[in-house]
């Protein structure tokens, strides 16, 4: 599939970030022309990501989260979000809804859930102490 | 010619935060308009031409303001 | 001077991407709460940057933009703009208001010169055959 666009962008894990985060996606994927629903789909679904990356990975210590994205031919974005924090021990536990390691900071679980349903495809690549990446897609449907 | 000054001034000196939520509400005004028009969520070319903006400002002003959740729903309740 | 916060993009040559990067600084800058006439001065600055890398350093043709903005202690943003485009050969002569190399492309030869006028500080790096790199500075001031 040839590429149309594509950004690299490397971040603090500061949570601010979180919404530049969804901003520059945003503005990313306007090349697409989305409606403002399939906006607000992909920019929860990096809010998500990007979120797991700040608390989870780098447990609110200091860091830098990478964010890929590319406008593929078929009006396809791909996006990966990327940390060299902890890592997830059981990526299959981890995704499952309402499986959460932190429940004392009232997170819900349901981060990966929202990822799955708000995109067209989510991949999670794992490994402890190395960190996570998580790759997801979806696709922008002219009218 | 002080007033103007004033005003200019005062202008000037909005908060970015400000204008951003004045735009994201047009734009959301402006959405509706279209479907009302055409019977389908439009596009943000169709938003931002209707604001006359780029759009990547539309996309910058929406994330300003609680947008609607509608998709959240059936997670969440 | 301390860091508040970093952020590293990178982006292709293509001018669609110039808006895109417009967005980008202004969310980002919007963490220091600017007004609405600062962030014009910086999302003009940077346009004008970003655009001399796509016409001049890559003339057209494919290549790759980095991005790189800080927020230092004291509320002053830093930008550099860098390409390994084909560099400028004189840059004090660059520099100078309506020098251009690209009179036919109806270039004003004014980009330096808004740079300087919007920012407070531009510094411009450059060697023929690596690139270019444009450092400039502008303070936000809490009224
Ligand atoms: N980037 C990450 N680094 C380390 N662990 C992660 C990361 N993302 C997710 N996890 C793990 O997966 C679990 C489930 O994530 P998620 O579905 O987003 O729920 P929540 O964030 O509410 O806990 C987290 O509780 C955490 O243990
Ligand atoms: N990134 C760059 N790479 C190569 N040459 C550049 C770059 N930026 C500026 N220049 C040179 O400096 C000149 C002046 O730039 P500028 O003041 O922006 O005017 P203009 O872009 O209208 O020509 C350009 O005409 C070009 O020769
Ligand atoms: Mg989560
Ligand atoms: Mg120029």
């Known amino acids: 599939m040839g590429i149309k666009n594509e950004m690299k962008i490397e971040f603090m894990s500061k949570s601010q970030n979180e919404a530049f985060a969804r901003i520059v996606i945003a503005a990313f994927v306007s090349q697409l022309d989305p409606t403002i629903e399939e906006l607000a789909d992909i920019k929860t679904a990096v809010s998500e990501a990007v979120t797991n990356s700040i608390i989870h990975g780098y447990e609110g210590k200091n860091g830098y989260i990478k964010m890929i994205a590319r406008l593929l031919d078929d009006d396809t974005v791909e996006i990966e979000v990327i940390d060299e924090g902890k890592g997830i021990e059981d990526v299959a536990q981890a995704r499952k809804p309402l499986f959460t390691t932190k429940p004392e900071l009232e997170r819900s679980g349901m981060g990966f859930t929202i990822m799955e349903t708000f995109m067209d495809s989510l991949d999670v690549y794992s490994e402890l102490g190395k960190g996570t990446k998580v790759v997801m897609t979806k696709r922008i449907r002219r009218s | ?77």
């Open chain 2, 1 to 77: 010619i002080g007033e103007i000054r004033r005003y200019l001034r005062d202008n000037n000196s909005i908060r970015v935060s400000r204008s951003l939520r004045d735009i994201a509400y047009k734009a959301l005004q402006a959405r509706d308009r279209l479907i009302a028009k055409n019977g389908r969520e439009p596009n943000i070319s169709e938003i931002a031409k209707e604001l006359e903006l780029p759009r990547e400002e539309v996309v910058f002003a929406l994330d300003a303001i609680q947008e609607p959740v509608s998709l959240f729903e059936p997670i969440y309740h």
